[in-house]
T-cell receptor, first 113, second 111 residues
Framework: AQTIHQWPVAEIKAVGSPLSLGCTIK??????LYWYWQATGGTLQQLFY??????VESVVQLNLSASRPKDDQFILSTEKLLLSHSGFYLC????????????FGPGTRLTVL | QEKVQQSPESLIVPEGAMVSLNCSFS?????SIWWYQQHPGKGPKALI?????GNKKEGRLTVYLNRASLHVSLHIKDSQPSDSAVYLC???????????FGAGTRLKVIA
């Protein structure tokens, strides 16, 4: 069975500080990977997607970057946090083939002060 | 730019009621439409999807798609308090790997 893990569960960070959020998928080879952001009470917004190791495409510019250093790992980061970065960050994966179902992780709650 | 709009914003129904949720989208080329359920503080969970015009039934859920009117609806039969959650409509375009979500409908089922 496939499992998706996100870390940390929650973070409280200062404006201007760096950030790194992680996501790991176990039990699935070469999944498509996605990062999403959801402001409190807001709409889920796709940030990045990755089809393969080392390749990441940006969907929305929010002064964030993403990397896929391994087949099962997806990293979201920034060097300088803004207040507007606060929210809920979700990682998701999708299998190859005709099914477009996404499987979401448990999420990371980020508060920027 | 694909737009997805959901209605109503929120809904309160008694247990056992039929629930109807609506979603309109702007791009007729969107490949598939998904409905997700999201509980507070959790990641969304996929419920049901539809690709072609018509309807699809799975258990208590039925989804209807009309591509001509760019409209999809989700119907939940015999609603339960455990169905209380936010329901998200999402459209996927294989041409650009993009998923676009609506703002959601908050459903509360009262026992």
């Amino acid at each position: 069975a496939q499992t998706i893990h996100q870390w940390p569960v929650a973070e409280i960070k200062a404006v201007g500080s760096p950030l790194s959020l992680g996501c790991t998928i176990k039990g699935k080879s070469s999944p498509n990977l996605y990062w999403y952001w959801q402001a409190t009470g807001g709409t889920l917004q796709q940030l990045f997607y990755s089809i393969t190791v080392g390749q990441v495409e940006s969907v929305v510019q929010l002064n964030l970057s993403a990397s896929r250093p391994k087949d099962d790992q997806f990293i979201l980061s920034t060097e300088k946090l803004l207040l507007s970065h606060s929210g809920f960050y979700l990682c998701a994966w999708r299998d190859w083939g005709n099914s477009y179902e996404q499987y979401f992780g448990p999420g990371t709650r980020l508060t920027v002060l | 730019q694909e737009k997805v709009q959901q209605s109503p914003e929120s809904l309160i129904v008694p247990e056992g009621a039929m629930v109807s949720l609506n979603c309109s989208f702007s791009d007729s080329a969107s490949q598939s439409i998904w409905w997700y359920q999201q509980h507070p503080g959790k990641g969304p969970k996929a419920l049901i999807s539809i690709f072609s015009n018509g309807n699809k039934k799975e258990g208590r859920l039925t989804v209807y798609l009309n591509r001509a009117s760019l409209h999809v609806s989700l119907h939940i039969k015999d609603s339960q308090p455990s169905d209380s959650a936010v329901y998200l409509c999402a459209v996927y375009n294989t041409g650009n790997y993009k998923y676009v979500f609506g703002a959601g409908t908050r459903l509360k089922v009262i026992a």
